[in-house]
Structures are given as C-alpha cells and as structure tokens.
C-alpha cells in the first residue's frame, strides 16, 4: 500500500519567520496524522500565531477571555462554548464550503500561540520542537474527535497523546 498523503498549509505570523521553519512544522504535523489516521488522505491547515490573536480566537468560538496554546477547528464538529450567553460564531454542520471539484477540506484547523509554546517548553525543561510536536498531536485529536472535559475522557485522550508523541518523534 503507497504511503498516505496529506496536505498540510502552514501559514507563520511574520514576526516568527525567523523563529520557526514552516517545514517542520508541516513535517511534524504530517507525522501526527500519518500516525493518527494511518493510511488516509487528508488535509489540515496549521497557523503558528502570536498571543493577542489566538486570545481573540479563544474568546469568540469558545468565550474564554485568556491565552491558549493551541486551538482546533474541526470541519465536522463543533467544540463546546464557554462564555455567558450566545457564542459570538455560529457552526452549522449543515452549511458547506463550497470547494472546487474532486477537493476535500480536510480535517480542520490548528492555530498555535508560538510566545506560549515557548513560555510552556521553558516551564515543562523541554526543547521548542517537542513542546510544538506536543501542541499538534493535541490539536489533531482534537480535530478527530477527542475531548478531555472529563476525567475519563482526559485519561483516554492523555494515554493517546503519549503514544501518538511516542511514535511522532521516533521514540516507538
């Protein structure tokens, strides 16, 4: 069976296009979904951004108000909304994007805070590149369903992570 492809844009803000190569961010996000979704095809779009937007992000699709480290937009769910009354942003799964011909939107979105990816690498004695390895492969279960609001979905989706990371770098 030939290997699977994906498709993966990454888009950096430009002031960290000195800081951080899109290739490797695109290397290390098709290595999550080559391990996560073995044998598909699949598309996925990755944002490496600063804080004040991945706040404001934050704040209209989930209304929270504070800094993430990384936020994932499915094009088949919808997350769960946070804040005090109506979610700024409206996701109906009956509304499509209309694409060209014989394309496929993928499987979503990863928008990545870079200030906070480093803040936490620092935090956790951890190298940049491990700690973003760590934010896509969250992200990406993210987009494939997973969740971790309660405990025993945060147990079931850490013991993935681990192993998913475990088989990204190279240590499985």
């Given amino acids: ?9 990454v888009q950096v803000f430009d002031e960290f296009k000195d ?4 290739g ?21 779009s990755v944002v490496i951004a600063d804080d004040q937007a991945v706040r ?8 929270l108000d504070e800094t993430t480290d990384v936020l994932s937009f499915s094009f088949s769910h919808q997350g769960a909304y946070y804040g005090d009354g ?22 979503g979105e990863i928008v990545i805070s870079y200030p ?23 992200g990406v279960l993210h987009l494939l369903g997973h969740d971790h609001e309660e405990p025993r979905e945060r147990a079931a989706m850490e013991a993935e992570q681990a192993s998913l990371m475990e088989r990204m770098l190279g240590k499985r």
């Fill in 56 to 63: 404001e992000l934050n704040k209209r699709h989930r209304g």
């Fill in 1 to 9: 069976m030939p290997p699977a492809r994906h498709t993966i844009v």
């Fill in 86 to 107: 109506p979610a700024q942003s409206q996701w109906n799964k009956d509304t499509a994007f209309v694409l060209p011909p014989g394309s496929s939107s993928g499987i």
């Fill in 116 to 138: 906070q990816m480093l803040r936490q690498a620092k935090a956790h004695g951890k190298a940049p590149e491990e700690e973003l390895a760590f934010l896509l492969s969250h």
């Fill in 19 to 22: 800081s951080i190569a899109s």
């Fill in 24 to 44: 490797r961010v695109r290397t290390l996000a098709r290595r999550a979904l080559s391990v996560a979704l073995p044998g598909s095809t699949t598309n996925l």
